[in-house]
C-alpha cells in the first residue's frame, strides 16, 4: 500500500480547503469523519447544507440573515443617521456585545488587499454612498480591524470622496483596541470605551 | 441583533462535531463557507459525501479501501503468517512507510476504554482468532500505540486465549519507540528499529 484509497485522499483534500486546517488535522478529521455511523455523517451534511442555503446576505448591510433584509436594518428603532462599517459579520456581533451602538452597520465586501488584486474597487464603496445618501447618514464610525483601518481611512481621504459629503463626521474607533488586536477579540469594555471616545477623522 | 440567525448556528453546531475543531473555531470556519462561492461549496460537499460513501472497510483487516478486499490483503505476495495489529489505518501507513514489515494487517474494531464502556468485546478479537485459524498465522505483532498496548496486552493473556493457540509467537515492536508517543508521529528509522527488535511478550 503506498498510501491511502482514492476516495480516503478526496476527502482529506476536500477538508485542507477550510481555513486553519493543515494537512496532518485534514488526515486527522478524515479519519474521524469515516468512522461515523452513517446517521451521523447524514446529519453532518445536512446540517452544513441547510445552514449555506438558507444563510443570505442582508441586502441592504451585507449582515448574515436567513431573511432579505437582517433584524438590525428592519428595526425601527435603530438611529438610521449613524453608520458604523465593519470588516466582517464578527465585527457587528462584537460591538453589539458592548450595548452602545445602537446606529446601524454596513460590512463591507472586502478589505483592500493590493497583493491579493483586490482593490479600492472591490469594497463596496458605491453601496456605502448610495446608503450614505438614502438614509440622510450624518455620522460614519469606521469600526475595520486595525489592520486595515489604515488602509480604508487613506483610500477614503485620498478618494477625495468625502468632499462629496463634506457635512458628513466621520469616525474611527478611539484607541483602546490593543494595536494588532482584531475586533472579535477586544474585551467588551475595551471595545465600549472605543466607541464611546470615538474621534473624528 | 443577540445572535447569528438559526442556519449559521446550525453550521457552526456541525462543524463543532469534528474533532480538535473547538467553538471559536468553527465560529470562524462557518463564516468562511458562508463567504464561498456556490460552486466552491458544491464541490466541498460532493467530494466529503463521494468519499465518505466511497470509502469501505477491507472485509479482512479493517483497512480502509474502495474495494471489498484492500490492496495489502489481496497482494498474493504479502506473507500470510504473519500478522501485524495496529490501532487505527494510520498504524498501517507508518509501518509500510518503514518497508520492514512484509506480513499482513488487522485493524482492530476499538481500543479497550473502560471509562467509554468499550470493553474486550469490543475489539473484535473474534474476527482475529478466525484470521489465525484461516491463515494458520504464525506470528502476531502488536503494534498498538503505547498507550493502549498494556491494557490489549493483559487482556490477551488474562484472556487465557494464548492457551488455545500455543505455537503462535506474539511480538510486540521493540523499545524504541518513545514512551507515550503515537506510532503515527514516530520517525521511520525509529519505527524501523521497533519492528526489527520486537520480542516476544
Redesign the interface.
Known amino acids: 500500500?503506498?498510501?491511502?484509497?482514492?476516495?480516503?485522499?478526496?476527502?482529506i483534500?476536500?477538508?485542507k480547503?477550510?481555513?486553519?486546517?493543515g494537512p496532518k488535522?485534514a488526515?486527522?478529521?478524515?479519519?474521524?469523519?469515516?468512522n461515523?455511523k452513517k446517521e451521523?455523517?447524514e446529519?453532518?451534511?445536512k446540517?452544513?447544507?441547510?445552514?449555506?442555503?438558507?444563510?443570505k446576505k442582508c441586502k441592504i448591510c451585507n449582515?448574515?440573515?436567513?431573511k432579505e433584509i437582517?433584524?438590525?436594518c428592519e428595526d425601527p428603532t435603530r438611529e438610521k443617521e449613524k453608520l458604523c462599517i465593519v470588516e466582517?459579520?464578527?465585527g457587528?456581533?462584537s460591538i453589539?456585545r458592548t450595548k452602545v451602538f445602537k446606529g446601524r452597520y454596513h460590512v463591507i465586501d472586502s478589505v483592500i488587499k493590493p497583493l491579493e488584486g483586490k482593490g479600492v474597487d472591490q469594497i463596496g464603496i458605491e453601496k456605502i454612498i448610495e446608503r450614505i445618501k438614502k438614509d440622510k447618514i450624518k455620522e460614519i464610525i469606521i469600526a475595520l480591524n486595525p489592520r486595515s483601518e489604515r488602509e480604508i481611512t487613506s483610500i477614503y481621504i485620498k478618494d477625495e470622496r468625502k468632499k462629496v459629503f463634506p457635512e458628513i463626521k466621520i469616525t474611527k474607533l478611539a484607541r483602546g483596541i490593543p494595536l494588532g488586536t482584531e475586533i472579535e477579540y477586544a474585551d467588551e469594555l475595551t471595545l465600549k470605551e472605543a466607541i464611546e471616545g470615538r474621534k473624528e477623522i
Do not use: H
Open positions: 500500500m503506498s498510501d491511502y484509497p482514492e476516495s480516503v485522499l478526496k476527502i483534500r476536500a477538508l480547503m477550510l481555513p486553519e486546517i488535522m488526515q486527522r478529521i478524515s479519519f474521524e469523519i469515516l461515523w451521523d455523517f446529519k453532518f451534511i446540517d452544513i447544507v441547510d445552514g449555506y442555503t438558507k444563510t449582515n448574515f440573515s436567513e437582517c433584524s438590525i466582517d459579520v464578527q457587528i456581533k453589539e
